[in-house]
């Protein structure tokens, strides 16, 4: 108690530090970022960009410390607005973050040359810095011997080398950092010709405005070097006019002293690096193949590249097929067990209902998700960790480009096959925006595992089973199969043309360019792949779940008001006391003995009459809830809409099941079997939901289904966005409302043009 | 000649890199600068992007990115 004084004195001199990490892509900083905050990092988004905030909050010695996380970047020279955030939020412009009060710049040390470009970029902001070295062990196997005592001398800046992966060297970093005090910043490295400060400075003046702060050397400087950058269109328009005019002319006078831009920052920079690395690091000699050399000749090979490729990508996709599925049934079964549980103690009422059909089916709803995007985001950590991403993409790009993408799109895309959501989720390897965003609009379209229910249930009723080629009497071409196939590839074919809009007319004269790291095979590190796949799966159910949720309680509430449910709750009461009786009965009639026949006959006839009323009961309360659904406000916006409904060939009770369906696809099935009176526990091939689908009437009498109309329904799911968790995620990785409503709306109509021609072609074959 | 054009296996010396544009930048930014020597480990199973060896590392690039680096054989 005596020192309590001296150590709140201590805490409150000194003010909660904030530190940034900076680094090329692949140099592990990642990795670093969870060690340091020890994997709790607050996740969530950057205003007005598609950038995620990761932040740390660690204590270290009584010292509070912020850990930014800033995406992985080869240069400070910004050419979007994503790329402008790690600048903004370095120069203290960005206002979620306050200024960094240091800077960590985490380096691949087996290619130390290129890796000090961005370092050297980041030593003009004239803030603190502490220079990591990652990967050293992977360095010095690889034959790279780096002096890091001598290096730190040579710039006067603290230089650690770390492995990461098994948390070495951390506590150097941690020591390093803590040294660090307030205001202790470097002069910048000034590498430029005095000839370019001059004219930076003139076009400060040129800048400036008696309201605005005068903007930092740093921003300046990016506005003369980067030609067509962020930083140029960013004052093309909040400057005054004749700067644009200004910055011209400072460039070619510039360029007729002999530095031109935007070249002279490569070859200063470039040179301050391998100057200072000569006496410091000893490289293995030029042109020497290496291991991993040998293994890239192997799995970007003519043939057995894309073999090993397929083979791989096939092995991913079943196991998410094999290994989800029993994890599903598991979250299923629990949600069984959950709603039994409720309705055991609760009574038939709006607070069961409210509790079962909205908070029961909407947490289901969320974490059935889960296997899928634990078992993808595993593969995914293990392939980014491991070095194969980005021969994923070396293989693919070429095809990728023919749909107007890059190589980086088809791995998120092929996961969108079993599911949309983590194949979003795993566009976040697409550094350039305009193509991360085409490809999370064009993913919803590919034939998802949700959409096969709708086409099983509606294959199963309409279309025939006729086989045209069999083998050994089994078929093996038959109508139904060709039938499901074009369904599963028609979202795919769809997505070409829409890749192709959204790239060239909405995203015009955006062409991202594929110049990147290939980096060397190494084993990935399981600690690395398991903090991954948890803070994927946490981000995924606490920032997209508690929205999907949400909507799911709203259709709860849209399908369960304003009707008056006392009737059926009744009917309920009653259903469950006989459901005990018979209970009670059956283990009666096991007990009884055989020589009391005529007790024996008593209890049976008890039985016989109970289970009749048991089974009329069922269908009445079926009856009541499809009447109940028809007068919700569901059931009214299914009549509302069935004009619009109607040249698709649908009544109003398809309608329901599309509205219902909104939070899913695969509701429509339950939803149909509500309104058809069948109860809502059903499945696609149910015998009973089958033969009322194919029963059902017009009010005068005409059939609702035939094979049109079947077809007509399959399309419109098969490009739909009926889907609330895919809308979601959009919008969590998106940071916007914006693109989810956009993939809606440009799907929705996809989806009604599509069904609307099957519909009506259809017909004149009928 | 351009860096599209060297065979499998060859060194070569760069001599400019062509154009202002996004991608020349970002080939200078990833260490593409006149005098400094460029190998071609190999390509994509359909030709392209290629893999290159500079300072140190393994660089892809698509054969029209290849195109705006002018280089001299060593």
Not at chain 1, 190 to 198: D, E, T, W
Request: hydrophobic share 45%; aromatic share 10%.
């Amino acid at each position: 108690m005596i020192n309590t004084p001296a150590v709140l004195q201590n805490t409150v001199q000194q003010k909660k530090m904030t530190i940034a990490i900076i680094g090329n892509p692949n140099t592990g900083k990642s990795t670093l970022f969870n060690q340091l905050s020890g994997g709790h990092a607050h996740i969530g988004n950057f205003p007005g960009v598609t950038v995620e905030k990761k932040v740390g909050s660690v204590t270290w010695e009584g010292r509070q410390i912020d850990l930014v996380d800033l995406p992985g970047t080869y240069s400070l020279a910004p050419r979007s607005i994503d790329e402008m955030l790690a600048v903004d939020v370095l120069l203290g412009r960005q206002k979620s973050v306050p200024r960094p009060d240091a800077i960590i710049c985490i380096a691949d040390a087996s290619n130390l040359e290129r890796n000090l470009y961005l370092f050297s970029q980041i030593l003009d902001l004239s803030i603190p810095v502490v220079l990591v070295l990652n990967m050293c062990d992977l360095a010095r196997s690889r034959g790279v011997i780096i002096d890091a005592q001598a290096l730190s001398q040579k710039l006067n800046i603290p230089v650690i080398c770390t492995e990461a992966h098994h948390g070495k060297g951390l506590k150097e970093l941690k020591a390093a950092i803590l040294k660090i005090e307030a205001g202790a910043a470097h002069p910048p490295l000034a590498l430029f010709p005095n000839a370019f400060y001059s004219e930076r400075n003139l076009l400060r003046e040129k800048l400036q405005t008696p309201q605005e702060q005068a903007a930092p050397d740093f921003l300046v400087d990016r506005l003369l070097l980067d030609v067509g950058g962020y930083v140029e269109s960013y004052f093309e328009h909040h400057a005054k006019n004749g700067l644009m005019d200004h910055l011209h002319e400072a460039r070619s006078r510039l360029k007729a002293a002999g530095f031109a831009v935007p070249a002279m920052e490569a070859r200063l920079r470039y040179g301050w690096s391998r100057e200072l690395l000569q006496d410091v690091v000893q490289h293995p000699p030029d042109h020497r193949v290496t291991a991993s050399d040998k293994i890239d000749r192997w799995l970007t090979h003519r043939i057995f590249g894309f073999l090993f490729f397929f083979l791989l990508m096939f092995f991913v996709f079943q196991s998410v097929f094999t290994w989800a599925g029993p994890a599903m049934d598991l979250i299923e079964a629990g949600q069984g067990l959950v709603d039994a549980a409720v309705e055991s103690v609760i009574p038939p009422g709006p607070l069961r209902s409210l509790l079962v059909d909205g908070v029961s089916a909407g947490v289901g709803g969320v974490l059935i998700f889960l296997p899928q995007i634990v078992i993808l985001y595993f593969f995914i950590a293990v392939l980014e960790d491991s070095g194969y991403m980005a021969r994923a993409a070396f293989i693919m790009d070429r095809l990728m480009r023919s749909l107007g993408l890059s190589g980086k799109s088809f791995i998120p895309l092929m996961s969108s096959f079993a599911c949309a959501v983590p194949g979003i989720m795993a566009t976040r390897v697409i550094e350039n925006r305009h193509e991360r965003l085409t490809t999370i609009l064009v993913a919803p379209l590919m034939s998802c595992s949700a959409r096969w229910p709708v086409y099983t249930l509606f294959i199963a009723a309409f279309i025939p089973n006729i086989a045209y080629l069999s083998i050994a009497n089994s078929p093996v071409v038959t109508l139904q199969g060709m039938v499901l196939f074009a369904m599963s590839s028609i979202g795919a074919l769809i997505a070409i043309p829409v890749a192709w809009f959204l790239k060239r007319v909405c995203f015009k004269g955006d062409v991202a360019p594929f110049v990147m790291e290939l980096p060397g095979y190494k084993w990935p590190s399981p600690r690395n792949v398991i903090f991954r796949v948890y803070n994927r799966a946490k981000s995924f159910v606490v920032k997209a779940g508690t929205l999907i949720f949400m909507t799911s309680i709203l259709i709860w509430a849209a399908g369960y008001f304003p009707g008056d449910h006392s009737e059926q709750f009744q009917v309920q009461n009653r259903i469950e006391t006989v459901d005990v009786s018979l209970e009670t009965l059956e283990g009666q009639i096991a007990a009884a003995e055989e020589d009391t026949a005529a007790a024996l006959k008593e209890l049976q006839t008890q039985k016989d009459v109970l289970t009749q009323e048991q089974s009329e009961l069922n269908e009445k309360q079926n009856l009541l809830s499809s009447q109940l659904v028809e007068n919700s406000f569901l059931g009214k916006a299914g009549h509302w809409i069935a004009p619009v409904v109607k040249p698709l060939g649908w009544d109003w009770k398809i309608g329901v099941g599309v509205i219902a369906s909104f939070p899913a696809r695969e509701v429509i099935i339950s939803t149909l079997g509500t309104i058809y009176s069948l109860g809502g526990d059903i499945s696609e091939d149910d015998e009973g939901l089958i033969g009322s689908v194919r029963a059902a009437t017009w009010p005068d009498g005409s059939k609702v289904f035939n094979i049109p109309v079947a077809i007509s329904i399959m399309v419109f799911f098969a490009l739909c966005a009926q889907c609330a968790a895919t809308l979601m995620v959009i919008r969590r990785e998106t940071n916007s409302w914006f693109w989810p409503v956009v993939s809606f709306t440009y799907m929705t109509t996809l989806a009604y043009v599509g069904a609307f021609i099957s519909y009506q072609v259809g017909m004149l074959f009928i | 000649m351009t860096l599209n054009q060297i065979v499998k296996g060859q060194v070569a010396r760069i001599t400019q890199i062509n154009g202002e544009d996004a991608i020349s930048i970002r080939l200078m930014e990833m260490g593409l600068i006149d005098g400094e020597q460029i190998q071609l480990l190999g390509k994509a199973p359909l030709g392209d992007p290629l893999e290159f060896a500079v300072r140190g590392y393994r660089l892809s690039l698509r054969l029209n990115e290849a195109k705006c680096v002018e280089v001299e054989i060593v």
